[in-house]
């Protein structure tokens, strides 16, 4: 019987959250947290997605049921049945290990392995990348109503990405970066609509007083010199431009006690940067570190009760692997 797997990374924002709504444009990278997937064959007469919050089914004919938290993905496996991909009772079974609600891409990269995993399994080997990362987005589009788009695409493509609202997300060609980052949780569910709404209040004040345009000119020079420092794999500007960027969201009103908490200990124990990352008001921040340095900082953060992912930005996207039993 055969038995196709599948391993997406979930993201962080480097730049630009917020701004992006407003017009301006972000930054994500893939990050070494996975969601997995695996599909086999069955005697039933439906595609079944179990995950650990529940489970869908689709039938033949594409109609998907289910619990809410799992109807997404029967809808990924819709798509790829759009995309022409065959009809086959199957089971995909889903786990992850990328944090829920913290605006790490969790809902994204589950999609990709399943869809990944099913498109595999349906066809006898990989799929193109492409076709994954359009179920991908039909199943991001049931979760949130009008994604961006950029979280499935780096999801499946993995790296970097620089995307503008209404424009496709492009994987931009980078050097894997010689730092690692911690994601430390804040503890806080992140709340995106509050959030936004904060941020877009501040900024007609900001516009209001005459210094909205010149904000908005900083965060986007700021994602060009990202760019520039990871091409060139200067890990220590990097840092320099995150805590820069952190206090720019700071000062739009989007932080939380914890996460200034979060930076200033990852400053104080020696980080390259630190920066919350996502809507904010909650969910995480993201810490650039190398070598010992990041040592210190985990043992700070967790010595104050954080929780804390130890990985790596830009790493690869889906992968893919069947196996013939
Ligand atoms: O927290 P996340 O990763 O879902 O990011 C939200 C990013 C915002 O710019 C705040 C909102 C948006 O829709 O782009």
Redesign the pocket.
Known sequence: MRRCSARAPG?V?LS??????HGGR?LAAAVGLYARATCTGWSGDRVVVETPLGRAAVASDGTVDGDAKAAPLGHAIRAALELGYRFMPSICSVDSEIPVGA???SSAATAVAVAAAYMAYAAGGPPERESVNRAAFEAEKVTHGK??G??NTVSTYGGFILYR?GSRPEPLNMPRLDAEVLIALSGVE?R?AE??GR?TRRLEELNNIGIGGSLASLADKITSLMLEAIARGDAATLGTLLRVSHGILNAMG?SHERLEEIVHIAERAGALGAKL????MG?AAIVLCRGDGCAAVLHSLQSRGYRVLQTALGVDGVEITCEQS
């Not at 630009?16 to 709504?21: I, P, S």
């Not at 990352?277 to 904010?280: K, M, Q, R, V």
Request: net charge positive; no cysteine.
């Open positions: 993201k924002i630009g959250e917020h701004w992006v709504v972000a605006g790490l891409g994604p961006s950029v979280d609202r992140r995106t959030a936004v941020f989007v990352t996502g809507a904010g969910g």
